[in-house]
Each structure stands twice: as C-alpha cells, then as structure tokens.
Nanobody, 119 residues
Framework: QVQLVESGGGLVQPGGSLRLSCAAS?????MAWYRQAPGKQRELVAI???????TYADFVKGRFTISRDNAKNTLYLQMNSLRPEDTAVYYC????????????????WGRGTQVTVSS
C-alpha cells in the first residue's frame, strides 16, 4: 500500500496563495486532491493522470493548479486567489489501478493538511 504525506498547509489571508505537496512512497498512476470542510462531506478538488491530463472542480477552476513530478513521486496543488470558503483539510489520494480523469476510484489517503483562509 502506498504511503502519502501532505505538507504546505497553513493560515493565509483572502486573496493569498499556498502550495501543497504530497510525497508518495512509490510511483502511482492517477492522483487527486480532495478537501473536507468542518461539517461537510469530503469533496474532489482536482485529478491528474501520470501523463499530466487534469480536471478540476468548478469551484477551483482558474484558481488552483494540480501538477506532479513523476521523478520525485510528488503531487502538488498550487492555490491562488484563496477565499474563506476554501478553508478545509486537504487530502492527497492515490487512485486505484486504471483510474482516469473520467473514471477515478479513490485509493490510499494521506492524513491531510489544514488550510485556513482568514483575515
């Protein structure tokens, strides 16, 4: 089972930026970022395949960018123009085999990193 460790969360003012990282213990295919705000269900933020194809939730399009460095087995999430409603715990996920951006099945989870957007 793959191990995933997120980092890069913190407190940022509205309009600010953060870059999240997720280090994986081995090479993985499709990967994704999810988030969970207090009292809400976990929701998908973005997916990226090993070839670099991406898809985003509507609420982050144009503000967030998912990327990966396959040589380092690391996933990233660049978050710009942050809003208070982006406050959540952000989780890295390794997709199960054959996952694509059109048919993604969540696999292993990281422990999450807290992002708080507040003035």
């Amino acid at each position: 089972q793959v191990q995933l460790v997120e980092s890069g969360g913190g407190l940022v003012q509205p309009g600010g930026s953060l870059r999240l990282s997720c280090a994986a213990s081995r090479r993985i295919g499709a990967m994704a970022w999810y988030r969970q705000a207090p009292g809400k269900q976990r929701e998908l933020v973005a997916i990226i395949t090993s070839a670099g194809s991406t898809t985003y939730a509507d609420f982050v399009k144009g503000r967030f960018t998912i990327s990966r460095d396959n040589a380092k087995n690391t996933l990233y999430l660049q978050m710009n123009s942050l809003r208070p409603e982006d406050t959540a715990v952000y989780y890295c996920n390794a997709g199960q085999s054959y996952s694509t951006i059109y048919a993604y099945t969540p696999g292993s989870w990281g422990r999450g990193t807290q992002v708080t957007v507040s003035s």
